[in-house]
């Protein structure tokens, strides 16, 4: 059932880079943003807007990475977006005036719930987590829903992973990793 839901959750597009006018932690073209209501969240809780930023898609607002970094999923390297609504449960373009976040809530993971987070995204790989900050950030939507990301920072690269009901998916994560000077903006052009 976790996979199920996992391939609605995590939006992974194929999207061609184009010109963005790009804020701290919104990114979209003027007519993109048009009619975005009053209770849309527009600017981004540290940490998460040092790896993230919102932008306007024709599926609604959605969470992905910040120009000039990418969020790419550990299974097979595709580019991760955290839509706030349901793109493939309604595919037809909805906007921003219909799928947007009402909250974003960050809170750094102590502790044995910390341990418990960073063992499930460390499985399999040669990282070094002993310092490793893990933050639980819940994105809630116009709808009511809410989904949680728990975002690991290890210093020089981030990861995230969905962790649904008090539990983690594994298949779900994703490396945040830093591009370069030269790199454009992940967004698509719409």
């Given amino acids: 059932m976790a996979k199920g839901k996992l ?3 995590l939006c992974v597009l194929a999207i061609s880079a184009g010109g963005r006018a790009n804020t701290p932690s919104r990114a979209a073209s003027p007519h993109e943003c048009a009619g975005t ?4 969240v527009t600017t981004l809780p540290a940490p998460l807007r040092k790896w993230a930023q919102i932008a306007c898609t024709p599926y609604g607002d959605a969470l992905g990475s910040r120009k000039g970094s990418i969020w790419a999923a550990l299974d097979d390297a595709r580019k991760v977006m955290i839509p706030s609504g349901d793109p493939q449960g309604n595919p037809d373009p909805v906007a921003n005036e219909t799928a947007y976040f009402t909250a974003i809530d960050v809170s750094e993971l102590k502790d044995d719930d910390r341990n418990f987070a960073v063992e499930i995204f460390h499985d399999g790989l040669d990282l070094d987590v002993a310092n490793a900050k893990v933050y639980r950030v ?4 116009e709808a009511g829903g809410v989904n949680t990301i728990y975002f690991f920072d290890f210093d020089k690269f981030a990861g995230g992973m969905w962790c649904p009901d008090g539990g983690c998916v594994p298949e779900s994560r994703f490396l945040i990793m830093e591009q370069g000077p030269e790199a454009k903006s992940d967004w698509p052009s719409i």
């Fill in 138 to 141: 819940d994105l809630t939507s």
């Fill in 37 to 40: 209501p009053r209770d849309a």
């Fill in 7 to 9: 391939a609605i959750f």
